[in-house]
């Protein structure tokens, strides 16, 4: 229920074709007022596109500085470091099997429960590609300010500072 949109960067312009395609073909059902809605913040953020306003570089600066908080935090931790650049998700390694259910746990399910532990949300890296034995987890970071907040005292729980 409800209307949502997103935006995607696209280097190739047959995949862009097909992608505005598709999104036309499927966007024909759609109320007046949440089309209105839409329309309106979307003008919104092209017209303060290249301002101090910038809708990118206020986003992009949020997440670099959640980032920047979160890298050093791990940064002296034996147990836990990043394995991905910046971003609204990050990947987390572990590298200890602290707290594991079952000595038959993949170390990547060890990280989960570390991280389930101090209630925290994450996903598996091996959805990703990665394999299980590399112990690396996804963490969100593009929430509400509030909510990093609250995640991110977790995670210096975790961490243990």
Not at 9 to 14: A, T
Not at 53 to 81: C, M, N, T, V
Not at 90 to 115: G, P, Y
Request: hydrophobic share 40%.
């Amino acid at each position: 229920p409800g209307l949502r949109f997103g935006w995607a960067l696209v280097k190739d312009p047959v995949i862009a074709e097909r992608m505005k395609t598709v999104i036309s073909d499927v966007a024909q059902n759609i109320a007046d007022v949440q089309a209105l809605q839409v329309t309106k913040l979307l003008q919104a953020v092209v017209t303060a596109n290249g301002t101090e306003d910038d809708f990118f570089q206020w986003s992009r600066a949020i997440l670099h500085g959640r980032f920047k908080s979160i890298e050093k935090l791990l940064s002296d931790s034996d147990d836990y470091s990043l394995a991905s650049d910046f971003g609204s998700f990050l990947l987390i390694k572990c590298h200890t099997r602290v707290a594991c259910a079952s000595a038959d746990d993949s170390l990547e399910l060890c990280c989960q429960q570390q991280f389930t532990s101090v209630k925290l949300g994450t996903r598996l890296g091996s959805r990703y590609g990665y394999p299980a034995s590399d112990g690396i987890i996804m963490m969100s970071t593009g929430d509400y300010q509030e909510t990093f907040d609250a995640e991110f005292e977790k995670l210096k729980q975790l961490v243990g500072q």
